[in-house]
């Protein structure tokens, strides 16, 4: 099985990609994780492979293109692989499932200077699903890391999801209120289990699929409002 996860949102490039893969290996499943990263953001994309590849079953290789201009890797760990620029993308799933092997791919001469997702990491991708990891290129020792920040009740805006949810790398506490502060300003929040239990036009705090806080404004984008984006600082105490 491969596993796209790109910044390419509902473009050709993405059906490109697919088809290069299908071109080595016919019979490979291709799955989709997200294409809506914003454009270069490594943070997001990192929060969202570390939050989600253990889903995937063992032996999954995932292709991971957003911000390609660095060298291309290819990793092995016990049970998973993936394909990703070395921009630290990798690093946070990585402190999880230990590389076991590091390979640096090559770029072909005759490579897009601006399309790495078709030339070299959907090929990449196809020949780890064909068995040849061992083929793609000489091994390496280290790669960049990327740690997502947290100090103690301040952390990041991991992700905003296509609802406008601002998810943070925070977790919860066992409080009813909350104070938020994010871009100069401090907000008073409650916390709520569902997003039914809040008002409308409440910003409000909900506990979201990663175990971690989200800023919510009911049936609404909380985003709109308080205008963040992945790698903004935000406290939550």
């Not at 790398?169 to 929040?189: E, F, H, R, S």
């Amino acid at each position: 099985m491969i596993v796209l996860l790109t910044d390419f949102g509902q473009s050709e490039y993405v059906g490109v990609m697919k088809a290069v893969i299908c071109s080595i290996d016919p019979d490979a499943k291709i799955v989709d994780l997200c294409h809506d990263i914003r454009p270069q953001n490594v943070i997001e994309a990192s929060w969202i492979l570390k939050n989600n590849y253990k889903y995937f079953p063992k032996g999954a290789a995932f292709c991971c293109v957003v911000d390609t201009e660095r060298k291309a890797l290819a990793v092995k760990t016990a049970d998973y692989f993936f394909v990703a620029a070395d921009n630290g993308l990798l690093w946070e799933t990585l402190k999880r499932e230990r590389p076991i092997d590091i390979r640096q791919i090559p770029i072909p001469a005759d490579a897009s200077r601006t399309f790495h997702g078709r030339d070299v990491f959907a090929k990449a991708a196809a020949n780890i699903n064909l068995g040849r990891f061992d083929r793609l290129g000489e091994k390496i020792s280290e790669l960049k890391k990327l740690q997502l920040y947290r100090n103690g009740r301040e952390g990041i805006v991991a992700r905003v999801d296509r609802f406008g949810n601002i998810i943070t790398n925070l977790p919860k506490l066992d409080k009813d209120t909350y104070c938020v502060q994010i871009a100069g300003k401090t907000y008073q929040m409650k916390f709520y289990p569902t997003y039914r239990a809040a008002e409308a036009g409440e910003l409000f705090l909900i506990e979201g699929s990663s175990n971690t806080l989200e800023v919510s404004l009911k049936n609404a984008s909380a985003n709109d409002k308080l205008q963040t984006e992945p790698g903004t600082k935000i406290k939550i105490s």
